[in-house]
């Protein structure tokens, strides 16, 4: 669904007051004024004084998932975003400010392949965490929702899924 269909305000960042926050609108295609926005939030955030609604507005290159072959969408509205793909802005950025090279960036992409690998083998032979980990680090205060008077999580209770799919 649209956006613009699915909230009363498209501008989410104006919704920041309302929460006692401030809100910042940032064009999510440009990787170093989201990098500023975000500079300035953390600060913010550091200095004691909250944290801040950051809406980084951005373009989805692909369909929802594997299932959706985004044919909805304009050619033309597709080939547009593309031209403003932030990851080859922030290339051509480096390249013309000699902050890297191809050589340097391939050598950074390989790093990354690496992490990855790496994170998904520990997964893949870690063994699952038990059911009572469910809700924990879901919620800031951790006797907030999903814990029963009694301290424990209400996920525990054998009654927790009555009248539900097996979880």
């Known amino acids: 669904m649209s956006h613009l269909r699915a909230t009363s305000d498209p501008e989410i960042w104006k919704k920041g007051p309302a929460f006692g926050m ?8 440009d990787v170093l004024k989201v990098r500023e926005v975000a500079k300035e939030a953390i600060d913010r955030a550091r200095r004691g004084e909250g944290p801040s609604l950051v809406e980084c507005e951005t373009y989805r290159f692909r369909g929802h998932s594997l ?15 593309a031209g403003r793909d932030p990851i080859t802005a922030l290339k051509k950025y480096l390249f013309e400010n000699k902050l890297a090279t191809e050589q340097e960036l391939k050598a950074i992409d390989k790093k990354i392949d690496e992490v990855l690998e790496e994170a998904v083998d520990f997964a893949e032979k870690s063994p699952a965490p038990a059911r009572s980990q469910l809700l924990e680090n879901v ?22 899924t009555e009248g539900t799919a097996h979880v």
């Open 22 to 29: 401030p809100g910042v609108h940032v064009d999510g295609m």
């Open 67 to 81: 299932a959706d072959p985004d044919e909805l969408r304009n050619p033309a509205e597709k080939q547009h975003y």
């Open 139 to 160: 919620f800031a205060d951790p006797k907030g929702f999903g814990i029963g008077p009694d301290g424990r999580y209400r996920c525990e209770d054998p009654k927790f």
